[in-house]
């Protein structure tokens, strides 16, 4: 017992010399009322949201569902045609988005968790094109086109955010798959686990994608270094990806995601492992690693006090573009779970650096998966209870 005991304050003292993250910038109160409508509150498990161009609405449920909504948020039709998916854990039927020529080819995309065919509990991300025929209520022509390799025992940490960009290819989160095991293959190219991978609508590696000098280094990678990604969103002005990552304890992060970089984990974090104030990895920093835009190391944004850290639970990304928050426009909303609350960041002119943010919502106690824009210029929010809720004023 004394060995143990002399082991524990050793590695609390080792948590205590390394150094501090950035302090928490201050939260900025917002003058708005937010007014919030409950579109509709008998959905199960919903995870991703996409609007169709004439205001309906597509949206995912993690256990292999794809529905499709009114504008107002009823239910119109269950989609026929989804891929058989693996539900266990954090698996599921996850993200859709439209093909930037939906009008033309009616195409969209799912991520969704894969079983191998041989082992059932080896599992990893896999995104399907498929073209959705509205009469019908049916998807017709899906193809696998990407597959997070190689798969494994585990049933979390699955990322899986879709995001086009302006030349028409798409971005895919790709989760670390959690283990301790698996975690550390997010610094290794010639894995899936813990990448930003960016392809062609034909599952081919994008051109103009980084060039890595390692061997065997995995085509489509556009970056690396990442924990669980469960927000993505494209920055209106600049055109370049944003992600929200899931931290461990404490340390949850939104990143700029640019070409080629390494985001650093799990070498370093500014999280701690579960139940334990031991940082994890190295330290906070460390050269060749990028560091966050925004981390949060409480769940209310407060500033960090005391040894034990707590997460949000960062998950759907928006930028605000509409006219109906004006004050709003150019502001990064994220969806929090364990934060229960709708977080916006205020960015700063150079679009790199976080200025202020505020915490929204809180007062719902909601779980809020996906946040979207729509058409109408209102947002919109999943929550993990079931609900798809209108936020206006």
């Known amino acids: 017992m004394a060995r143990f005991l002399k ?3 050793l590695c609390l003292g080792m948590a205590l010399s390394l150094p501090l993250p950035v302090a928490a910038q201050v939260v900025q109160p917002s003058a708005i009322k937010l007014q919030v409508t409950e579109l509709n509150n008998s959905l199960q498990s919903p995870w991703g949201l996409a609007f169709l161009p004439d205001g309906r609405m597509l ?13 107002n948020g009823q239910m119109l039709a269950l989609i026929q045609g989804v891929p058989e998916v693996n539900s266990e854990g954090q698996g599921g039927l996850l993200d859709v988005v439209l093909d930037p020529a939906f009008a033309v080819n009616q195409r969209i995309y799912l991520t969704f968790s894969e079983s191998d065919a041989n082992n059932t509990s080896r599992t990893g991300t896999a995104v399907l094109r498929a073209s959705l025929n509205v009469t019908e209520s049916k998807l017709k022509d899906g193809v696998v086109i990407y597959r997070q390799i190689p798969k494994v025992n585990s049933s979390g940490h699955f990322g899986s955010r879709l995001v086009f960009d302006r030349n028409g290819h798409l971005f895919i989160t790709l989760g670390d798959r959690q283990s301790r095991s698996e975690r550390v293959h997010a610094q290794d190219l010639t894995r899936g686990n813990g990448k930003v991978v960016r392809i ?10 980084p060039q890595f000098a390692e061997r065997n280094a995995q085509a489509g990678i556009w970056s690396y270094g990442h924990r669980n990604p469960q927000g993505a ?14 931290g461990p304890q404490g340390g949850d992060e939104i990143n700029r995601v640019l ?4 985001y650093g984990w799990p070498v370093i974090s500014h999280g701690q492992e579960y139940g334990i104030s031991i940082q994890v990895g190295e330290g906070s920093a460390k050269a060749g690693m990028e560091q966050p835009v925004v981390v949060w ?13 707590s997460s949000i639970a960062p998950s759907g990304l928006a930028f605000y573009t509409g006219d109906k928050f004006p004050e709003y426009r150019g502001n990064l909303f994220s969806g929090a779970l364990a934060g229960t609350a709708l977080w916006r960041i205020v960015l700063n002119p150079d679009h790199q650096t976080e200025q202020s943010r505020e915490r929204l919502l809180a007062n719902l106690g909601e779980r809020i998966r996906d946040v979207r824009q729509g058409p109408d210029g209102w947002l919109y ?4 209870s079931g609900k798809l809720l209108r936020v206006w004023r």
Do not use: F
């Open 7 to 9: 082991h524990v304050l």
């Open 59 to 71: 949206v995912t449920e993690r256990k292999g569902t794809l529905k499709l909504l009114s504008a």
């Open 200 to 209: 062609t609508t034909d599952g081919k590696a994008a051109p103009a994608n």
């Open 233 to 246: 969103a494209l920055h209106p002005t600049t055109g370049e990806l944003w992600v929200s990552e899931h």
């Open 259 to 262: 070409a080629g970089k390494n």
């Open 297 to 309: 190391l409480t769940r209310d944004g407060s500033p960090h006090i005391g040894l034990m850290k």
């Open 381 to 384: 929010l999943l929550t993990d």
